[in-house]
């Protein structure tokens, strides 16, 4: 090797730019035992002076991340030298430097065209940038379509990071088993990313099955690969017990190595656990410290946590009006319901019922349902027509919901001529019968999924009181047709009285005449038994042109399970 040093630095004495730059990369690798910096800048600087490309867009390297910000400028000039005697890096790190406006002002259209030029090349890096200018649409038209082929492009030619991002694409555009297999190739290559995104693929069951096994060996993966929101997941199962024994301790050391990387859902469930002595020995003021920390980095889960900490005094002195400022600051629905509490009660505030109102309202809008509930007793209590149609709104909301006492509240409604919310179920709109339907098919739907598919639910007394609530929500909401189909084929399904036959072919009749399709042909299966061809036929062609259309394309996919209707028609 030493007589190899010994020829490239005569050559390089001759002038021979080639010579050089090898020498340069040489010397100035710290890690070579012929390491020798002073005299690799020197040769590198001569190699560049004499127009060598490499040599010029390395020694803009050097001055753009080696030195200081008023070297920048002067590597923008060596990367455009470079550029222009053919330098496809050059080129690469002239769109960065645009890109991030790394010595030159931040300009999107001119970072574009050096990484055009670039991608053009064949540059995988510039390839994977374009895309994200394309995706985002800075410098260049917003193109989704064709994001997605510069990031499949950078992905093929080794760029993890592309079929990284594909994956993402992908996702939002609905295309999961697509998503997945891009992030399956970046997560070949080791892309933490990747890792962590399928992962939590498997821990939802998103575009895959549902696997918390193998959502935590990927996910163990990823963090190993140095993902801290990885490690982070990692931790909460751990802490969870979710596809592994429950090691709180084990769970707490994760959370402390990722909270000192700033992952602030860490600080948080690490404070909790300082709080609790989860895991740790319990300190509730260094708990504070952590939720603190978390708190004013935004985190509103620990914003929250912080208040309840103040409201109740733990860790630091009881302090009410903290409290509240912070679970202001969370705007989390959980908080904003607690706050509207305390001032519907006068705990710890001056009791002001407006305020109450307007927490329960910022907390029930976003979907918290025991503030729908209250934010409805008051209104009730204004007692004017709009606050009463508003209370009726809210019940309303959360009884679509799956709340029970809110379905209380509302059947009461219907039944009570005496209850403050009577009136407001007379001459119901098509949009609140709607939601009426919504809250029978819970009943009917979720827990008795055997009234799909038009079979017999049996003889379960639990079964039956699900059947018997959801015709009620279908009953109240009056003629209206999809809830008269419902309320039809369910009791067509399944009887419960003699006289529910003749309510079955009454309600599906006026959906049928409404021009519900799915109702007529739910009618046809009970005349099609022991009936011939000709009597179904007969049946169908009296039926209005749109609707027998709609039966004829319903009965030929067997639609309904019966044979006899498709060849009839």
Do not use: C, M
């Given at each position: 090797m030493g007589r190899a040093i010994a020829s490239f630095e005569a050559a390089s004495e001759e002038g021979n730019l080639f010579a050089m730059q090898v020498l340069a990369g040489i010397y100035l690798n710290k890690d070579s035992q012929f390491a020798n910096a002073e005299r690799g800048k020197v040769l590198r600087q001569r190699a560049a002076d004499r127009g060598n490309p490499d040599a010029m867009e390395m020694l803009g390297d050097s001055l753009m991340y080696g030195g200081e910000d008023d070297q920048k400028p002067k590597a923008i000039d060596w990367y455009l030298k470079a550029a222009a005697a053919g330098s496809i890096a050059a080129k690469a790190e002239l769109g960065r430097a645009f890109r991030y406006g790394h010595g030159v002002t931040?300009?999107?259209?001119?970072?574009?065209?050096?990484?055009?030029?670039?991608?053009?090349?064949?540059?995988?890096?510039?390839?994977?940038?374009?895309?994200?200018?394309?995706?985002?649409?800075?410098?260049?038209?917003?193109?989704?379509?064709?994001?997605?082929?510069?990031?499949?492009?950078?992905?093929?030619?080794?760029?993890?990071?592309?079929?990284?991002?594909?994956?993402?694409?992908?996702?939002?555009?609905?295309?999961?088993?697509?998503?997945?297999?891009?992030?399956?190739?970046?997560?070949?290559?080791?892309?933490?990313?990747?890792?962590?995104?399928?992962?939590?693929?498997?821990?939802?069951?998103?575009?895959?099955?549902?696997?918390?096994?193998?959502?935590?060996?990927?996910?163990?993966?990823?963090a190993q690969n140095g993902s801290v929101r990885a490690k982070t997941r990692v931790a909460d199962m751990l802490n969870r017990g979710i596809a592994v024994e429950k090691d709180p301790a084990r769970a707490a050391e994760l959370y402390s190595q990722t909270a000192d990387k700033g992952e602030v859902w860490s600080m948080n469930r690490l404070g909790w656990a300082y709080m609790n002595g989860t895991g740790v020995e319990k300190d509730e003021v260094r708990a504070i410290g952590l939720l603190r920390q978390a708190a004013e980095k935004g985190d509103r889960s620990a914003q929250h946590s912080l208040g309840y900490a103040y409201v109740n005094g733990r860790g630091v002195e009881k302090d009410i009006a903290k409290g509240i400022e912070w679970y202001t600051k969370a705007d989390l629905r959980a908080a904003l319901s607690n706050m509207a509490q305390r001032y519907r009660d006068g705990f710890g505030v001056e009791q002001n019922d407006v305020k109450a109102k307007l927490y329960y309202q910022r907390s029930a809008g976003k979907g918290h349902q025991a503030a729908m509930l209250a934010l409805s007793e008051l209104l009730i209590e204004d007692a004017t027509p709009q606050s009463l149609r508003d209370a009726f709104d809210w019940t309303l909301k959360a009884a679509i919901q799956g709340n029970e006492q809110a379905q209380s509240k509302l059947a009461a409604a219907f039944t009570n001529s005496d209850n403050a919310l009577h009136a407001q179920t007379e001459d119901l709109s098509d949009t609140y019968r709607q939601d009426l339907v919504k809250i029978g098919r819970r009943f009917e739907e979720v827990k008795v999924s055997c009234v799909i598919l038009l079979v017999d639910c049996g003889e379960l007394s639990k079964q039956k009181l699900q059947l018997t609530v959801a015709a009620a929500w279908y009953r109240r909401a009056g003629d209206w047709p999809d809830a008269q189909f419902r309320l039809g084929r369910m009791l067509a399904a399944n009887p419960q009285e003699p006289q529910h036959e003749r309510e079955a072919v009454e309600v599906l009749n006026a959906a049928a005449e409404a021009g519900l399709a799915d109702a007529a042909m739910r009618n046809v299966l009970g005349v099609v038994n022991g009936s011939s061809p000709e009597g179904v036929v007969g049946f169908l062609d009296r039926q209005k042109p749109t609707t027998g259309a709609r039966l004829a394309k319903l009965s030929v996919a067997g639609r309904f399970g019966d044979s006899a209707i498709g060849p009839a028609w």
């Open positions: 931040r300009d999107y259209e001119k970072a574009a065209e050096w990484w055009l030029q670039a991608h053009a090349a064949g540059n995988a890096y510039s390839t994977l940038q374009l895309g994200y200018l394309t995706r985002d649409g800075n410098g260049v038209a917003k193109d989704a379509d064709k994001a997605l082929k510069l990031f499949e492009q950078a992905g093929n030619a080794g760029r993890a990071a592309g079929w990284h991002s594909a994956a993402y694409l992908h996702r939002s555009a609905g295309r999961e088993g697509h998503a997945i297999d891009a992030w399956r190739r970046a997560a070949e290559k080791g892309h933490a990313g990747a890792l962590d995104e399928l992962g939590f693929s498997y821990f939802q069951g998103h575009g895959v099955p549902k696997d918390y096994r193998e959502s935590l060996r990927i996910t163990a993966i990823a």
